[in-house]
């Protein structure tokens, strides 16, 4: 018997009859609030597997010492170690890797930018095909929807990146801030009057969600527009928590 992992971790209520199905599972595995352990590539970069082991062992409590170790092995010569970083971010966001993520800037001060900008330029969040031909909440899309929950999650944790690094710097990420909002509500308008799938209507606004104390009074004001009364409850709950701001 398969165990769907994606279903013992935190979704929306889109997926509660997927949950009732497998309501056994939960037993299983619980989920924990924990930084994500990762399992370094098989690759004999010795800062690779360094680096990876720190961010396995940081905490609250050791974590001015682990940020010290880590400032010890970036240097300007390997910043493409920052992929590590982003890959646990993807997996868990917290602060600690915020901080980690920083020490870069001190070798190249546009290098979150550049990714930044690179992700958005390059839809890198944009929903892909799979999901949106198929509707991957049918039986024998189990498989596919466990990737679809780590994708978008992951995606969401990039997002969080974006926003955290536009409270921090208005000026440098305004631009793309402005942009990739009027983009992702464009992308929520198109998919509810073209009936997408749910499950992607609810991704878009998840995004906006996590922007919703900065972005433009005018998408609040659009969002307000729509008949609630025809939309799937989980999209009423999102579009009602994004308005009510």
């Known amino acids: 018997k398969k165990t769907y992992h994606c279903f013992n971790i935190k979704y929306d209520p889109k997926s509660v009859w997927e949950k009732k199905k497998y309501k056994t599972m939960k037993n299983n595995n619980i989920y924990k609030q924990k930084l994500h352990i990762f399992t370094p ?17 940081i905490t609250i409590s050791n974590e001015e010492i682990i ?17 590590i970083v982003i890959n646990f971010i993807g997996k868990k966001y917290d602060i600690l890797y915020i901080k980690i993520l920083k020490i ?15 992700y958005v330029d390059n839809n890198i969040w944009y929903p892909y095909s799979l999901i949106k ?15 679809y929950i780590k994708w978008k999650n992951s995606q969401l944790n990039i ?12 000026d440098l ?17 198109f998919s509810i009057n073209n009936n997408y799938y749910k499950y992607i209507i609810d991704y878009l606004l ?3 969600e996590i922007f919703k104390n900065k972005i433009d009074n005018k998408i609040i004001d ?4 729509y008949d609630l009364k025809k939309v799937d409850s989980s999209t009423r709950f999102l579009i009602l928590n994004i308005i009510n701001k």
């Open 41 to 57: 590539p098989n690759n004999n970069n010795k800062n690779n597997k360094i680096l990876i082991g720190l961010l396995n062992k």
């Open 67 to 83: 940020i010290n170790k880590i400032n010890e092995i970036i240097n300007i010569n390997n910043l493409d170690l920052i992929n």
């Open 104 to 118: 870069f800037e001190k070798y190249d001060n546009k290098i979150i930018y550049n990714y930044i900008n690179n």
């Open 133 to 147: 031909e198929k509707n991957i909440l049918n039986n024998e899309y189990y498989d596919e929807y466990c990737n």
């Open 159 to 170: 997002f969080k990146i974006i926003y955290y690094m536009y409270n921090q710097n208005n």
């Open 173 to 189: 990420y305004e631009k793309i801030f402005i942009n990739l909002s009027k983009k992702i509500y464009d992308e929520i308008n």
């Open 206 to 208: 998840e995004i906006l």
């Open 222 to 225: 659009n969002l307000k527009e």
